[in-house]
């Protein structure tokens, strides 16, 4: 059974930091693109960070040089470092899964081309 668990959330102010885990088990042999997801208040859910098997990296503009994703193979973990963090930043955050061809094959965006997802963790960002 594949279960991604989310960590980490929390409420902090303008400018503060917050590093989000992700545990994984479960999922097959293989390679994955393993992502980081963000639906705020009343908006849809949108991408955020991506990472592949050989550890290339992906980000959206408006994380770009405040996030940093990474991720621990031998503790089957995923993380999300947070820095900087904005009012905008606020919701809640999905890990999630998808398994790709090659270690260094490109993450999609999409967040419907992920099949495994964990549950969430809430971020606050107060002004």
């Known amino acids: 059974q594949v279960q991604l668990a989310e960590s980490g959330g929390g409420s902090v102010q303008f400018g503060g930091s917050l590093r989000l885990s992700c545990r994984v088990s479960?999922?097959?042999?293989?390679?994955?693109?393993m992502g980081w997801f963000h639906q705020g208040p009343q908006k849809e859910r949108e991408g955020v960070a991506r990472?592949?098997?050989?550890?290339?990296?992906y980000y959206e503009d408006s994380v770009a040089g405040r996030f940093s994703i990474s991720q621990d193979s031998a503790d089957n973990t995923l993380y999300l470092q947070m820095n900087s963090l904005k009012p905008n930043d606020t919701g809640m955050y999905y890990c999630?899964?998808?398994?790709?061809?090659?270690?260094?094959?490109?993450?999609?965006?999409?967040?419907?081309?992920?099949?495994?997802w964990g549950q969430g963790t809430q971020v606050t960002v107060s002004s």
């Open positions: 999630a899964a998808l398994k790709i061809t090659y270690d260094n094959s490109y993450c999609s965006r999409r967040d419907n081309a992920y099949t495994h």
């Open positions: 479960g999922l097959s042999d293989g390679n994955y693109c």
């Open positions: 990472i592949n098997a050989r550890g290339g990296t």
